[in-house]
């Protein structure tokens, strides 16, 4: 298995309060991910990042922020969380230097906004 | 805009027998192509993919069949196994155009195989 470590595992807030996510990985890969899932929608990517300090959007990122300061953590916030953010959230990484190379996937953190 | 779609949420069959799982996508700019599968209260697994230069890529009880003309790809597995039962997600990638490796997924669809 990958060595993906999201943390916390669950956790219950209430709007307005920040909240971060954290993703750990061992590997020593660039490319890391964080995605939501949603009933109906599949996964959604909400932002990315290539490198230490280097992050982009994904399609769903209105609400999100991220940073990456080390190669191996990359953390995904919530300024202000809304009930609408209330979802299970999905860290993956990916390595290899080709586009078409697999994403693995941490375990997931289920985020419910009260 | 769905560019990747799972039109059937859930799939039952029986052990033995042949699962195919159908995932249609609208965009022209994907060129591989792959499949997930999740169990409850885990990550997605990689489990298959293929690039858009092939027609067919196999792994054991696994095969992926992608139809360019079509632009639907379709998830064989045989024979069937009760382990088998999660939610299989497809994706979209688009290598040529972008290196990040972003994908496109699925809804999912959810498979029950009965012992």
Redesign the interface.
């Given at each position: 298995d990958a060595g993906?470590t999201q943390s916390p595992r669950h956790k219950v807030t209430e709007t307005g309060t920040p909240v971060t996510l954290r993703c750990h990985q061992t590997e020593n890969h660039r490319?890391m991910?964080w995605?939501r899932q949603d009933p109906?929608?599949?996964?959604?990517?909400i932002h990315?990042s290539?490198g230490v300090k280097d992050t982009?959007k994904?399609?769903v990122s209105d609400g999100y922020s991220v940073s990456r300061s080390k190669t191996e953590d990359f953390l995904l916030t919530l300024e202000s969380a809304t009930s609408s953010q209330t979802s299970v959230y999905?860290c993956?990484i990916?390595g290899g230097?080709?586009?078409?190379?697999?994403?693995?996937?941490?375990?997931?953190t289920r985020l419910s906004i009260l | 805009d769905q560019q990747?779609k799972?039109n059937s949420p859930s799939l039952s069959v029986q052990e033995g027998r042949i699962s195919i799982l159908n995932c249609d996508y609208t965009n022209s700019m994907f060129?591989?192509f792959?499949w997930?599968k999740k169990y409850p209260?885990?990550?997605?697994?990689?489990l298959i993919?293929i690039?858009s230069i092939k027609d067919k890529n196999e792994d054991g009880r696994f095969t992926v069949f992608l139809n360019k003309s079509a632009k639907h790809l379709s998830l064989h597995i045989v024979p069937s196994q009760p382990g088998d039962s999660a939610v299989y997600?497809c994706?979209g990638?688009?290598?040529y155009s972008?290196?990040?490796?972003?994908?496109?997924?699925?809804?999912?669809t959810t498979l029950q195989v009965k012992p």
């Open positions: 993906i490319y991910y995605y109906g929608h599949g996964l959604r990517l990315y290539y982009d994904g399609e999905f993956a990916r230097l080709e586009g078409n190379q697999p994403q693995h996937f941490g375990d997931g | 990747v799972q060129d591989y792959l997930y209260a885990e990550g997605p697994t990689f993919s690039s997600f994706a990638g688009a290598r972008s290196n990040t490796g972003k994908l496109i997924f699925g809804q999912g």
